[in-house]
């Protein structure tokens, strides 16, 4: 099987996803996906599309993350991770698409406006 190669992004982070047949091993940015992502939670986000479509331990993972903050990565590794394995298998699309895990989370953060401590907070109104 060759290299299947998928971009995913969330927020402002950006992974380059690169999926090939192995033990199940996830490398992030040269370092085990443990060792990057210490949160327990963060690790299952990683890792849901896989125990989605049954193929745990199928398939290795490289990934270059590069931006935003580390929750922000973990999602977007995860939907990097979807996309491949749906280009993998078309019958993986399914299990995946009724999770919404091959949605891109359109949400960003809304930039400050000028005039304004914050991007909709305005300052104190005084009348006198």
Do not use: H, W
Request: positive net charge.
């Amino acid at each position: 099987m060759e290299v299947i190669n998928t971009i995913g992004r969330r927020k402002s982070a950006i992974a380059r996803v690169y999926l090939s047949a192995g033990k199940g091993n996830v490398v992030v940015n040269g370092r085990d996906m443990k060792e990057y992502f210490t949160v327990p939670q963060l690790q299952y986000v990683v890792t849901q599309a896989f125990g989605l479509t049954d193929t745990e331990g199928q398939f290795d993972v490289k990934a270059n993350l590069c931006g935003g903050g580390i929750k922000g990565q973990a999602e977007a590794l995860r939907l990097g991770i979807a996309r491949a394995l749906v280009q993998i298998d078309e019958e993986n699309r399914a299990a995946l698409k009724t999770q919404k895990l091959l949605t891109r989370d359109p949400r960003e953060v809304e930039r400050k406006k000028p005039g304004q401590p914050k991007a909709r907070k305005k300052f104190q109104f005084s009348k006198r």
